[in-house]
């Protein structure tokens, strides 16, 4: 079939991305879905850093590529052997295939998966190849979602599906932004009820963390950033303390403020200076986590005797930590009863024609979540 969507055709071209157009708006061939595969009409796909990451070059990945990892849909099709969805349902998209049979997997380890991760590599389908085409020629999907298009063709690993009484923008934002942010929260049990955090990076995912540490019953709640109107909705959305990221005593002023430092310090900028910073601001005993995705080239500079004699722990975290099948309805449960204002985090509604602009907004930190809607789709 012919479907529509945004494709980034060179890695690194510079800015203002509305006039450089990095992703171009053009017709593909989109294949049926093959085994254990699903075909979705997109309804709405989030703007995200780890989408820019790839378009500036931070995270290079293979081109030509279809863009987009966060979004939410309606099946249309499905492909052999599919069987516990009907056409019809609404489904969130899942930015890491588990494929249940390798090592991580079997750990209940679904975001560590080996082929999964393999294939997200590639910018290939967990089952192997790719359903896009131009002109005969393979183009790339991405984290085999692509939601930045009319429809995707998906595993069936990779969808979570909801009620569809859902709003659909806000059921896009808990595929990356909520499951990632909040997540990290909840599955890493760093952050306990009457306890002390911080945040550190305040995207979508970050702010969605500052939802997830007052969801969690957290006293105090940190917020840590360098724009200002970031810091204001973090104070909005629960956060205690608001501090300036460039602050040259900025971890002196946390420890100050909290009497001696966080019990958990999350980070999600995505820059090794930021997570130098977070782990400096946690109490001896704290615990720091990361879930920002910087340039591979970054290297963290980090005191070993502090992790020793200070009894620090430094963990990674992606996709939440977490089982998409369980904590997406988790979420939606505690967003559903008004303890976690995802809709607050969308400061956007944009078409798929706008997407270099929304790219240039989000670059300059002049929005938080930014959603394009498909309108036949909602």
Known sequence: MKITAAVLEEIGRSGPYAQTLPLSICELDLAPPQTGEVLVRVAAAGLCHSDLSVINGDRPRPVPMVLGHEGAGVVEALGEGVTDLAVGDHVVFVFVPSCGHCGPCQAGRPALCEPGAAANGRGEMLGGGTRLSRNGQPVHHM??????ATHAVISRRSLVRVDRDLPLPIAA??????????????????????GRAAVVGLGGVGLAAILGA?????????????????????????????????????AAKIKEATSGGVDAALEFAGS????????AMTRRGGTTITAGLPNPAAVLNISPLALVAEERTLRGSYLGSGVPSRDIPRFLGLYRRGKLAVDKLMTHQIKLSDINEGFDRLHHGEAIRQVITFEEAL
């Not at 984290?143 to 930045?148: I, L, R």
């Open 173 to 194: 934002l808990m595929g990356c932004a909520v499951l990632t942010g909040a997540g990290a929260v909840f599955n890493m049990g760093a952050v306990q009820p009457g």
């Open 214 to 250: 007052a969801a969690a019953g957290a006293e105090t709640i940190v917020a840590v950033d360098t724009l200002p109107a970031k810091l204001a909705l973090a104070k909005e959305l629960g956060a205690t303390h608001t501090f300036e990221a460039q602050d040259p005593d900025l």
């Open 143 to 148: 984290t085999g979602v692509s939601s930045y």
């Open 272 to 279: 090794a200076r930021a997570l130098e910073a977070a782990f």
